[in-house]
């Protein structure tokens, strides 16, 4: 099935730096949400996105949802080692019953 | 609290063995799914409950067969595995299935491996 695009497939920083992600899609969602996974666990929701345009904050991370509804990109501020996991967007197109899309997913790893 | 529980968190199995995994959560809501996730990719919808019917089956192989009990509880009943189907088996909850009641939150996953 479709799968929003996120990229790199990895990604090294330094503890204490900034990151920020992106996810896009060549069609329109009208929800979007982003995960993190630690190994071995499910994936925890961190922020959902409802309106176009809109800048949610959850604690270090901020995600906002794209003006055109194709993208949406995720922060992360002065990064720790607990951030490492894998990230993923998954967007929704609206509509009772309708699934969610994911990415393919960005794995995080944070130097000390 | 959102917590989703599944048990086994971990499960080996023979090809002609038959199993079932557990998923329960007490939030109210009332859309149950289950997600399979191959190492490093992302979950891969199965099927999604409806309030308490089956309302999507993303052409699962039959020995695949999901129960929705009651509102809280979900299983996935197994039997005549295949190798290839060794995965993190995850469930998820939320409290609706449009709009803002869409947020799915997952289960930790049953890590089933079939010999």
């Known amino acids: 099935g479709q799968q929003l695009n996120q990229s790199p497939q990895s990604m090294f920083i330094q503890e204490g730096e900034d990151v920020s992600m992106n996810c896009t899609s060549s069609?329109?969602?009208?929800?979007w949400l982003w995960y993190k996974q630690d190994p071995g666990e499910g994936p925890v929701l961190l922020i959902a996105?409802?309106?176009?345009?809109e800048l949610t904050s959850n604690g270090r991370l901020t995600a906002q949802f794209g003006i055109t509804r194709k993208d949406s990109f995720l922060n992360i501020s002065a990064s720790i080692p607990s951030d490492v996991g894998i990230y993923f967007c998954?967007?929704?197109?609206?509509?009772?019953?309708?699934?969610?899309?994911f990415g393919k997913g960005i794995t995080l790893s944070v130097r000390p | 609290d959102t917590e989703v529980t599944q048990t086994p968190k971990h499960l080996v199995m023979g090809m002609t063995n038959k199993k079932s995994l557990k998923c329960e959560q007490h939030?109210?809501?009332?859309?149950m799914y289950w997600y399979k996730q191959k190492a490093k990719k992302p979950p891969e919808l199965m099927f999604v409950?409806?309030?308490?019917?089956?309302?999507i089956n993303e052409s699962v192989p039959s020995r695949f067969s999901p129960e929705c009990p009651n509102s809280s509880l979900l299983n996935l009943h197994l039997h005549a595995l295949q190798p290839e189907d060794s995965a993190l088996y995850l469930c998820?909850?939320?409290?609706?299935?449009?709009?803002?009641?869409?947020?799915?939150?997952f289960g930790p996953g049953t890590r089933l491996t079939v010999t």
């Open positions: 998820a909850s939320s409290q609706g299935t449009s709009g803002r009641t869409y947020e799915q939150y």
């Open positions: 069609s329109i969602f009208n929800t």
């Open positions: 996105l409802y309106k176009a345009g």
């Open positions: 998954a967007g929704q197109r609206g509509g009772a019953n309708s699934k969610l899309t």
């Open positions: 939030m109210g809501h009332r859309a």
């Open positions: 409950y409806s309030y308490e019917k089956l309302s």
